[in-house]
């Protein structure tokens, strides 16, 4: 997990079908996103536009508060935020925008009320509620993925890990056998993607039960239950089964320093869960956790890449792993995110002599 702003939106809008657990099923049902709900409610245009207004000039009054008080969003990303709200609110959203002049009574056809509506902004101006916990889904490279309280929000630059693995699958095709593990899975972004990208088998764990439930119904959501599998457990707890056999190994784990996290975004401090973020006093206990796991984990040749928080937290890892783990993993090195941080930890378990 990473500090960075959570304020981005792909422009890519598929539609992924509500999943409807199985009769019996144990797992708890996530928040279905707002723009997976059906259009069952109604307002008359005027009252829709006299809300629409008062959204706007919520977020116009912010001005650039929250960037000077944490780096949070401008008013600017506010109104952008809006009209994604109303995009995924209200059926033909082009009816606030229209210039022709119609029947202000008229009915329009709503997936939320006009309370939960003015309930919904208010809690992103007043509160500071993640934009992507409001609607209840982000959008991360091709997916919509739903998410909410308790569950970490993907961030972009965790996508480069999808990327990384499938160079590492192209370059030695024997990668795609056996399974691979995603460790503290949260929204099961990365399982879902590198599971799509490579058509390889995943096995994405996480602690937490919420997560695990989310990440459950986002797999089920592109029918990927025949590759990625989801069990709830801490960290390699889940996967005694596989040890020594997993072809892969990935995690954007919890590595923000303990003393930084009364620092962060009010949008991730108050509301993102803490078992996501804090990775100990220098934010690495989890990390250096993992690469001991690694070396009993994966097989000989068996691929491995961690997110850190970036370079001081990157060159520690590479150390480690050779210098500490001397003899356990072959060719470690560090990989830029998109905006050039060293950001990522890849290299293989070492083949027997």
Known sequence: MKSCSLFTRAP??????????????????????????????????????????????????????????????????????????????????????????????????????????YSLWKQRIEERRPFQYVVGCEHWRDLILSVEEGVLIPRPETETIVDMADAAVKENADLKNGAWADLGTGSGALAIGISRVSAIRVIATDLSPVAVAVASYNVQSYNLQDRVEVRQGSWFDPLKDVEGKLSGLISNPPYIPSDDINGLQAEVRKHEPILA?????????????????????????????????????????????????????????????????????????????
């Open 12 to 117: 890519l809008r598929c539609m992924i079908r509500p999943v409807i657990p199985p009769a019996g099923a144990a797992r708890r049902t996530p928040r279905l996103p707002l723009y997976q709900r059906p259009p069952a409610f109604e307002a008359n245009l005027s009252d829709l536009k006299k809300w629409h207004d008062w959204a706007k000039n919520q977020a116009s009054s912010i001005g650039s508060t929250f960037v000077e008080l944490d780096n949070g969003p401008d008013s600017t990303l506010l109104l952008r935020e809006l009209n994604w709200l109303v995009e995924d609110a209200i059926e033909q959203p082009s009816v606030l925008s229209s210039q022709i002049s119609g029947d202000v009574n008229s009915p329009v056809s709503m997936r939320a009320c006009l309370d939960e509506l």
């Open 277 to 353: 973020l804090d990775g100990g006093m220098k934010g690495l206990k989890d990390l250096i956790h993992l690469c001991n796991g690694a070396a009993t984990m994966l097989k000989p040749g068996g691929f491995f890449a961690f997110e850190t928080n970036g370079e001081i937290q990157s060159k520690f890892l590479v150390n480690y792993m050779v210098m500490e783990m001397k003899g356990s993993f072959d060719r470690v090195n560090i990989v830029c995110d998109m905006a050039g941080v060293q950001r990522f930890v890849a290299g293989y378990r070492a083949q027997p002599e």
